[in-house]
């Protein structure tokens, strides 16, 4: 696995393979990422464009990559990144708060016609939305994307106790929101 994997960024750094590992590298990630961004970005089409940009630094930096970590998490790792500046960006832009744009955000998943969800898919939307943004992080990673703690750790930069911890109180508020609405 690891040398299949040193193979592949071998491809991509190389001019010759480049175009070719790239193709297969986002028809591997694509879905995967897309869900990760839309559960941090909530809208389609603004996952969308933030995976578009995701894919263009990837391209553009991966040269830069060391292989310190996995390819993947170091993916998540500007997916996030992304995600995170395009929201801080779209509440700058609107002059409201981050807890402000998480509830328009919510209060926009009904007109989204690519929500598919059900109502109690949205009560749980709306608790997480609620909540701080590294707990709201870590439960969408956990919980939707099922990634492991270390793959997490990786990821956010974060010791794997912290994430566990982060987890286990985003559970409990998310538990109690939907108690009591």
Do not use: C
């Not at 974060?158 to 609405?181: D, F, R, V």
Request: charged share 35%.
């Amino acid at each position: 696995m690891e040398d299949h994997q040193s193979l592949f960024i071998t491809q991509l750094k190389d001019k010759a393979t480049r175009e070719t590992a790239f193709r297969k590298l986002m028809a591997d990630y694509k879905e995967r990422l897309y869900w990760h961004i839309r559960n941090v970005v909530k809208s389609h089409d603004d996952a969308d464009d933030v995976l578009q940009n995701t894919f263009i630094k990837i391209y553009r930096y991966i040269d830069k990559f060391k292989g310190d970590s996995k390819l993947y998490t170091w993916m998540y790792r500007i997916a996030t990144n992304e995600a995170l500046t395009f929201l801080s960006k779209q509440a700058k832009r609107k002059s409201i708060t981050d807890e402000e744009l998480q509830t328009s955000l919510i209060e926009n998943l009904e007109s989204d016609v690519y929500f598919e969800g059900d109502e109690i898919a949205k009560k749980l939307q709306e608790a997480i939305a609620t909540l701080p943004e590294k707990q709201r992080l870590v439960f969408n990673m956990r919980y939707f994307q099922e990634l492991k703690y270390s793959d997490i750790s990786e990821i956010t930069e974060t010791s794997e106790g912290s994430l566990k911890a982060s987890y286990h109180l985003a559970s409990k508020k998310i538990e109690e929101y939907l108690k009591t609405n």
